[in-house]
């Protein structure tokens, strides 16, 4: 078939057809060689979701979801035009039937002339049936399958795309299947302009004739991002050159943002092919995150063995340098695979936010499978091996070309001795910092001048706010939370998550509220990061629409009461609120103003540890997590929290919800009228009375 012919396959397949049905949620495929074209695409050119290929003599279709070859048996009315269309492309226009190969385990067992074989991809082949495949489309054959590459993840914990034998088969017949849900519409619409760019392969020819083409940039970058250094066929001159070219209005600096959207997409895209460049140093590197003075001492032989007991970042204490590849020899894993390497500690990806203060994605991860790997980075970053799911998982890994970076781990025996020596010999720009339950990561000339003393002291602190968080839940740590300090966060000042992410000025050791300033903490406490280790607790049992910035500041109000015994400071806090607290009571307590001012809302709850103590909160979160409750509803939530807070204090709190707006049903009205109405007087309530009633 002939490249001109081959060109008209998106058309061909969507002749008299608009559109096709969204099945499930869609992943995301990369046609990679001369040899595929991109066929649909989603809502751009970065969401394709279905490739033709063809091989040797042969065709074939691959979908981004495995419901797609099923569509093919049993054709819906709204499908015939399509299935006819592919039915003809794929049979070279002559008659064929459709044959599904999904219960088949042997190529042989089967009569396949004039058959489109159809593979719903998530039914795993041998090798050597796969083998077979390739040599029927070699000679001419058919061929339709599809997979949900994030549903087979979901469903084979501790695997990595890697392991499976579809996504092998793929990349055989040059096409990358992806983790990622595609963002498309429902129906999906053809779009001819979306497809125009065939392939990667394409993309980068073009891109050599034109390096500031922002739809071919963006559709690179995110395909080498997907790729790494594993690009077929692609010359990586021309992918140099162009980050080379890259003008200062693209760089991202935090004292120069980049704002301009078309300048943004531009250095977005750029940003993507570093990810995959062996040898190449980031411009602009050096603002963040960091760059070396001068040579630093590369260390060429080290080993290093971790045993998880969950899924976890675990740093090897070692730096990688912006721009030198290093080298990784798994020498031994027991347990799940699924282990992967990554360097730098800035996973945040800032591709949709509104300006750029660093690149968007400068944290590369790489799957570890056995044997030997290289891995490059254009940013640098501290290096971490991270963990499967699993309780019994250990890897030994050697490593290549690293730099010893500091590193600081409450629970060795030894590190009074090791940070002394480590903060005279490491040179790593990015440090570790690690107490039992949580680990920091900032920059190393944060921490250098701190003594063994004075961290174990920082570091006794942050642990007893992850135990105070977890006692009043009523659970135990099970990893340790991560806290990253990245120049530009993905979301607000800070956010939740692993790791959870906040701005530079924690970093400042000259400033009052440093991370590892104990004195300021030990008084003052940290509200934000109290709060962001609290999201990392909630529970959807117990937040309801509204209640998400509300319900975490129990954890908040906790952790300054009885770690940094701040009462008074509490109550100050919540007098900022009073005015804007006392309006929205004058106003007849509209729920739907409550579940909008999170400031207001937060009052019922302290209200409840003032009159009922913290003891009443901690024994009503245990019910929760022994009775893990089936609630399917915002107002289902609402009611078992009035019933589980009722029933642990022996006294009907309805009245004290409906004073809030709280709209509680009238099944649990009834239920708690046995028990008495507690007397509760505060300001609030001698504002409207007659409203605390049932």
Not at 311 to 323: F, I, K, M, N, Q
Not at 335 to 340: E, L, N, P, T, V
Not at 436 to 465: C, G, M, Q
Not at 467 to 481: I, M, N, V
Request: hydrophobic share 35%; net charge negative; aromatic share 10%.
């Amino acid at each position: 078939m002939r490249d001109e012919e081959f060109d008209k396959v998106p058309n061909i397949l969507f002749d008299g057809v608009s559109s096709i049905e969204k099945i499930g949620y869609p992943g995301t495929l990369i046609p990679l060689t001369s040899d595929t074209r991109a066929v649909l695409c989603g809502n751009d050119s970065n969401n394709v979701i279905i490739v033709a290929t063809r091989f040797g003599h042969g065709r074939c279709l691959v979908f981004a979801h495995n419901g797609y070859p099923s569509i093919f048996f049993n054709v819906k009315e709204r499908n015939e035009r399509f299935v006819k269309n592919c039915r003809q492309w794929l049979a070279h226009g002559h008659h064929a039937e459709f044959l599904s190969i999904d219960d088949a385990d042997s190529m042989h067992s089967m009569s396949t002339h004039g058959k489109i074989l159809v593979w719903n991809g998530h039914n795993a082949k041998s090798d050597a049936f796969m083998n077979d495949l390739c040599n029927f489309l070699q000679r001419g054959g058919g061929l339709i399958c599809g997979t949900t590459a994030w549903g087979w993840l979901q469903t084979n914990s501790g695997k990595l795309l890697t392991d499976f034998p579809f996504a092998r088969f793929c990349d055989y017949i040059g096409v990358k299947v992806t983790d990622n849900f595609a963002d498309c519409s429902d129906p999906i619409e053809f779009r001819a302009d979306l497809v125009q760019f065939k392939n990667v392969y394409h993309v980068v020819k073009d891109l050599a004739r034109d390096p500031n083409n922002l739809r071919d940039l963006a559709i690179i970058g995110s395909a080498v991002k997907e790729l790494g250094d594993t690009l077929p066929g692609v010359p990586v001159e021309t992918l140099h050159n162009i980050v080379m070219s890259a003008g200062d209005d693209i760089i991202p600096v935090n004292t120069c943002p980049v704002k301009n959207k078309k300048s943004r997409q531009q250095t977005t895209g750029i940003c993507g092919i570093m990810c995959g460049l062996p040898g190449i140093k980031a411009p602009g590197v050096r603002h963040f995150p960091g760059d070396f003075d001068r040579p630093p001492h590369i260390v060429t032989d080290v080993h290093y063995r971790v045993e998880s007991k969950a899924s976890e970042w675990y740093c090897t204490g070692y730096y990688v340098v912006a721009g030198i590849p290093i080298q990784i020899d798994v020498l031994d894993q027991q347990g799940s695979s699924g282990w992967s390497a990554r360097i730098g500690c800035h996973s945040d990806d800032l591709g949709n936010c509104d300006e750029l203060r660093r690149w968007p994605c400068i944290s590369i991860c790489k799957p570890l499978s056995s044997g030997r790997i290289q891995m490059n980075s254009a940013f640098g970053g501290l290096l971490f091996l991270q963990s499967p799911e699993g309780e019994c998982n250990s890897i030994i890994v050697n490593l290549r070309h690293v730099v010893l970076s500091p590193m600081y781990d409450l629970t060795d025996q030894n590190r009074f001795e090791t940070w002394d020596y480590k903060r005279s010999h490491a040179q790593g720009l990015w440090a570790d910092i690690a107490g039992r339950y949580i680990v920091f990561n900032l920059p190393s000339k944060s921490v250098l001048h701190l003594t063994a003393p004075e961290l174990d002291r920082a570091l006794e602190f942050w642990d007893s706010i992850i135990l105070a968080h977890h006692d009043l839940r009523g659970t135990k740590p099970t990893s340790r939370e991560r806290i990253v300090c990245d120049e530009q966060p993905s979301l607000g000042y800070m956010h939740s998550g692993y790791p959870i992410v906040t701005h530079m000025d924690m970093s400042d050791h000259t400033a009052e509220h440093f991370i590892f300033n104990s004195v300021h903490l030990e008084k003052k406490g940290a509200w934000g990061l109290f709060h962001e280790i609290g999201h990392n607790l909630q529970r959807d049992w117990w937040t309801f629409d509204g209640t998400t910035e509300v319900t975490v500041n129990i954890f908040t109000l906790h952790a300054m009461d009885k770690i940094c015994h701040l009462q008074p400071w509490i109550h100050s806090w919540l007098q900022d609120q009073i005015d804007r607290t006392r309006e929205y009571i004058n106003n007849g307590s509209d729920f739907n103003e409550w579940k909008d001012n999170p400031g207001v809302a937060l009052f019922i709850y302290a209200q409840l540890a003032r009159e009922y103590g913290w003891e009443s909160y901690k024994e009503v979160f245990r019910k929760y997590e022994e009775t893990k409750p089936n609630l399917d509803s915002d107002e289902d939530k609402m009611d078992y929290w009035v019933k589980m807070f009722s029933q642990q204090v022996g006294q009907n709190l309805v009245p004290l919800f409906k004073f809030w707006g709280f709209p509680i049903s009238q099944s649990t009205i009834d239920e708690l009228t046995d028990y008495p109405i507690p007397e509760i007087a505060d300001d609030f309530i001698e504002m409207a009375p007659e409203r605390y009633t049932v």
